[in-house]
């Protein structure tokens, strides 16, 4: 079973760092691109960025609002996608979720873990 | 940057009833780009279409997609209670922001 376990949430102040992990199960992870996608409180989605596969170049994207501030990256040997985000703002409160774009949309997705910005 | 306009913002029905649901984009989207979501409060989103009208495994003959261009369709031919919930349409692009959302459709119980 494909499983996808997002942890590293919390409460954070203004200007302060976080990292997000997620732990991958049931597929080959390092041949997987990976995504997080995050949801503000009441909101829709958003896309937050993209990793590529090492084999395929390990490129990375961001959205535009989390572009120089937030970092995506990947160990294959631990299956796990990280996400450090610096510099944080009240507007990055959300659920971050993990997820793998499977073609050109996303499944399955991880639970999700709330991130807090907040004085 | 494409963006996708769901409508309408809330539908109200009733189990048994059909539900069509839009998703508009301002430039033309591949169809192979196109999917759909569900989600219910507390969760996370879960595929129901991918590539405008094709369905994963384990995903109701219920739901079916439909659309080219710029207009798509999600359709429930007949509303379960469980199916209320919050759908959201996505598509995906060449260049940064490589995918996109719809702000959704909330589909409540009438």
């Known amino acids: 079973e494909v499983q996808l376990v997002g942890s590293g949430g919390g409460l954070v102040k203004p200007g302060g760092s976080l990292r997000l992990s997620c732990a991958a199960s049931g597929f080959t992870f390092s041949n997987a691109w990976m995504s997080w996608v995050r949801q503000a409180p009441g909101k829709g989605l958003e896309w937050v960025g993209r990793i590529k596969s090492k084999t395929d170049g390990g490129t990375i994207d961001y959205a535009a609002p989390v572009k120089g501030r937030f970092t995506i990256s990947r160990d294959d040997s631990k299956n796990t996608l990280y996400l450090q985000m610096n510099s944080l703002k009240t507007e990055d409160t959300a659920v971050y979720y993990c997820?793998?774009?499977?073609?050109?949309?996303?499944?399955?997705w991880g639970q999700g873990t709330l991130v807090t910005v907040s004085s | 940057e494409i963006v996708l306009t769901q409508s309408p913002g809330t539908l109200s029905l009733s189990p048994g009833e059909r539900a069509t649901l839009s998703c508009r984009a301002s430039?033309?989207?591949?169809?192979?780009?196109l999917a759909w979501y569900q989600q219910k409060p507390g969760q996370a989103p879960r595929l129901l279409i991918y590539g405008a009208s094709s369905r994963p495994t384990g995903i109701p003959d219920r739901f079916s997609g439909s659309g080219s261009g710029t207009d798509f369709t999600l359709t429930i031919s007949r509303l379960e209670p469980e199916d209320f919930a919050v759908y959201y349409c996505?598509?995906?692009?060449?260049?940064?922001?490589?995918?996109?959302f719809g702000q959704g459709t909330k589909l409540e119980i009438k």
């Open positions: 997820t793998t774009p499977s073609g050109h949309w996303f499944d399955p």
């Open positions: 430039q033309s989207v591949s169809s192979n780009y």
């Open positions: 996505q598509q995906y692009g060449s260049s940064p922001p490589l995918y996109t």
